[in-house]
């Protein structure tokens, strides 16, 4: 059985596959995890503020992440319902997180200032240089990881289906040069916070 055939099985069997049930179950707890912090924030902003906190949360986890955990709320049912790779729809994903934010950072900046984590995302944005690294690092991260996932679903059902684990070592690199760059953000980020400037 070759990796189209595998792509054009109905749903229900392919979630009958232990790695499929992984998938589905990693899926509902990103989803799990959203709702909770959409329904405290809502209650703390009221809804349409806590909406746009919400979203912008999710897309700073989008772009700013070198893992699709947050881009996986639609990858995965456009991917199980459409039989669409994941690796198409996470193209479509990172268009709605750029657009919101593009919307947003000039509109209704004020929001990005509700929460720690907007602060950062703010700074971030804010600072292209050198602070856009993170979301060029985050992109090629990310995407390596689609990648990786896309080829673990074709193989479900086939077995020695090529490149199934080509990009994880590739990916792990990626995901320390990640962890590097963050840091010195964070520290960046902390200081100005804390009005401490060092000698340059």
């Known amino acids: ?6 792509k054009k099985k109905p749903a229900y069997k392919i979630l009958a596959h232990e790695t499929k049930r992984r998938v589905l179950f990693k899926f509902l707890l990103v989803v799990a995890l959203f709702g909770a912090y959409f329904f405290f924030i809502a209650y703390k902003y009221g809804f349409e503020d806590g909406f746009l906190i919400t979203a912008l949360t999710w897309s700073f986890f989008v ?85 990786f996932g896309d080829e673990l679903m074709d193989k479900v059902h086939h077995k020695d289906c090529e490149k199934a684990i080509k990009h994880k070592s590739k990916y792990r690199f990626i995901l320390m040069v990640f962890l590097v760059v963050m840091a010195v953000i964070l520290y960046d980020f902390l200081l100005k916070k804390l009005g401490v400037e060092l000698p340059v």
Request: hydrophobic letters at 55%; glycine letters at 4%.
């Open 1 to 6: 059985m070759t990796c189209e055939e595998t």
């Open 63 to 147: 772009l700013c992440t070198p893992v699709a955990d947050a881009g996986f709320l639609l990858d995965f049912p456009i991917r199980l319902i459409l039989q669409f790779r994941m690796f198409h729809a996470e193209l479509i994903v990172w268009g709605i997180a750029i657009s919101l934010n593009l919307y947003t950072y000039f509109s209704f900046a004020e929001l990005y200032k509700k929460t720690e984590l907007l602060k950062l995302f703010h700074q971030i944005l804010s600072e292209p240089f050198p602070f856009w690294v993170i979301i060029l690092i985050s992109a090629i991260g990310t995407f390596l990881s689609i990648q």
